[in-house]
């Protein structure tokens, strides 16, 4: 079994991946490793940190007989083109925002598994990227709000007085915001959390935290959160506000599934922070949290920064491919066995990752944005 790992051609990517120990384990398992020449270097990783991987330059060239095709963003379509029908890709693709590329996998006849499929159940923990990439954005937004802020986190007692711990609002206590708010707290920060499903109270206060209770219950499908009515919106708001306006810093990560971010903080609301203060909002990359967020910008609105980074996985993206890469073996080990591939249809985990296969996008959410 040949597997090719691309290196990463889009801007600010500087995943990779493979990691030496992941492409060591394969090797075990009685798979041939080729890499894409200079494919970790963005992390540090020279291709001599690799032992038993072969190199190559011309990606199209990498993957012309690969049975397995590894990266971290969706492909270019050339390298699509140039795969073998039948052959598997494992990497994100999210196919709402890759329509072209998701009827190319179809019609070139590849098995994709995407990694933003990988259900959120016990057993596929160790495969779930977006809880790996999700708890280091979470730990990167603490520090990185911590860094705007021309204070300082933690209660300090010096020679001319004590210092107030910085208050720290989290906002969306998914994987990212826990880690968010843990990070803060190992800073010092006083810190609350808030999110529209209930379960997270508990979770907030495990770390320390106290829960914004809004009384509002937006539980939707699988675990996630639904959209909110106008009704909603003006109850959470009436018990919010006051907490926003009283944090130093906030750091927002609430997502919907398929949808547009939910905006968290108006206009009105940042208008009324406290001078000095910040958002880091970790949803820039669907539109934002904050009504004036500038997705990949960093700006100021009065005397309140706003910092709305893209790709926070990349950025720490050392332990994001290591943690990435290991995901992906996870996966691997589920189909490769006995130096073959054998794809379990009945095993829940493949085929609910699988976005197309033999020809089909068998993805249902894809297949109606996709068609
Ligand atoms: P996500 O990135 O989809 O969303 C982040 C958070 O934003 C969520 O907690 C969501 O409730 C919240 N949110 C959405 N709209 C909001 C609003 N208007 N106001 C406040 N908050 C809002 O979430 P995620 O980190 O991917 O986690 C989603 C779910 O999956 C969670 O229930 C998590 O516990 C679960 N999960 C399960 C597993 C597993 O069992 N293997 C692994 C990872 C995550």
Known sequence: VKIAVLKETRANEKRVAMVPSVADKLSKLGAEIHMQAGAGTAVKLADAAFKNVKFSADPL??????????????????????????????????AHKEADLTRLLRDRRITSLAMELVPRISRAQAMDALSSQA????????????????????????????????????MGLGVAGLQALATARRLGAM??????????????????????????????????????TPEEKDKIASVVTKHIQQADMIITTAAIPGRPSPKLINRAQVDGMKAGSVIVDLAAEGGGNCEYTQPGETIQVGQVTIVAPLNVPSLLGEHASELY???QFNLIELFLKEGAIQLDWADEIIAKTALTHDGKIVNEAAQKVVG
């Open 61 to 94: 060239e990498l993957v012309r007989d690969a049975d397995v095709v590894l990266s971290v963003q969706p492909p270019e379509a050339a390298v699509v083109d140039a795969m073998k029908p039948g052959a598997i890709l494992i990497s994100f693709v999210y």
């Open 135 to 170: 708890t280091l954005s979470g730990y990167y937004a603490a520090l990185l709000g911590a860094t705007h802020l021309a204070r300082i986190l933690p209660m300090m007692t010096t020679a001319v007085g004590s210092i107030r711990p910085a208050r720290t609002l989290v």
């Open 191 to 228: 810190t609350e959390g808030y999110d529209v499903r209930p379960e997270t109270k508990e979770q907030a206060e495990s770390l320390g935290a106290k829960f914004v209770d809004t009384g509002v219950d937006a539980r939707g499908a699988g675990g996630y959160a639904r959209e909110l």
């Open 325 to 327: 890469a290991k995901n």
